[in-house]
T-cell receptor, first 115, second 116 residues
Framework: AQSVTQLGSHVSVSEGALVLLRCNYS??????LFWYVQYPNQGLQLLLK??????LVKGINGFEAEFKKSETSFHLTKPSAHMSDAAEYFC?????????????FGKGTHLIIQP | DAMVIQNPRYQVTQFGKPVTLSCSQT?????MYWYQQKSSQAPKLLFH???????NEADTPDNFQSRRPNTSFCFLDIRSPGLGDAAMYLC???????????????FGPGTRLLVL
């Protein structure tokens, strides 16, 4: 079965610093990979996704992620953190095996921005 | 704006008392999903509808049912809520199945269920 591991349930960075949120997946077929953001008491919003093609994917709010097949990783980065980036971030994978059409999510990483 | 709407945002029910959560969408999407998200955990897919076709996840308890009377609405029924069912319930939609071209899922704001 596919799975997602997000390293670090909490990540704290200073405003203006680099944001790096780690995601590793397991899938026996080429995966489709997603990053979602969840603000308090809100639903999930898609930041970016990887399907095929270019391995560096740019998303909204200045975020980007790089698919590295050899490392089975899809880490999320942003060059300069902003206070408004404080939220929960979920990495997710879909490979459709078994007819499942939903996403398998990681446990999430809570991003804290220090002023 | 086209969107996914969930009502109510907060729902309190009593142990064993049936409860229904609702979701509506103005996106005219074919697929609607229900996820359960417990505190500090990842969302977990319960089931989804592809048009009128119902697809249940293997480990979704029988206590959870769903109805989709038309394209726009989908309901989550919990027949006999237990304390362990307290969670955020997220509704999502996608234009087509994720298998077909990796459609984006659009999420509603969620309904937080409290079981007393």
């Amino acid at each position: 079965a596919q799975s997602v591991t997000q390293l670090g349930s909490h990540v704290s960075v200073s405003e203006g610093a680099l944001v790096l949120l780690r995601c590793n997946y397991s899938s026996s077929v080429p995966p489709y990979l997603f990053w979602y953001v969840q603000y308090p008491n809100q639903g999930l919003q898609l930041l970016l996704k990887y399907t095929t093609g270019a391995t560096l994917v740019k998303g909204i709010n200045g975020f980007e992620a790089e698919f590295k097949k050899s490392e089975t990783s899809f880490h999320l980065t942003k060059p300069s953190a902003h206070m408004s980036d404080a939220a929960e971030y979920f990495c997710a994978v879909s490979d459709g095996r078994g007819g499942a059409d939903g996403l398998t999510f990681g446990k999430g990483t809570h991003l804290i921005i220090q002023p | 704006d086209a969107m996914v709407i969930q009502n109510p945002r907060y729902q309190v029910t009593q142990f064993g008392k049936p409860v229904t959560l609702s979701c509506s969408q103005t996106l005219n999407h074919n697929v609607m999903y229900w996820y359960q998200q417990k505190s500090s955990q990842a969302p977990k897919l319960l089931f989804h509808y592809y048009d009128k076709d119902f697809n249940n996840e293997a480990d979704t308890p029988d206590n959870f049912q769903s109805r989709r009377p038309n394209t726009s609405f989908c309901f989550l029924d919990i027949r006999s809520p237990g304390l362990g069912d307290a969670a955020m319930y997220l509704c999502a939609t996608s234009r087509d199945r994720l298998l077909a071209g990796v459609e984006t899922q659009y999420f509603g704001p969620g309904t937080r269920l409290l079981v007393l």
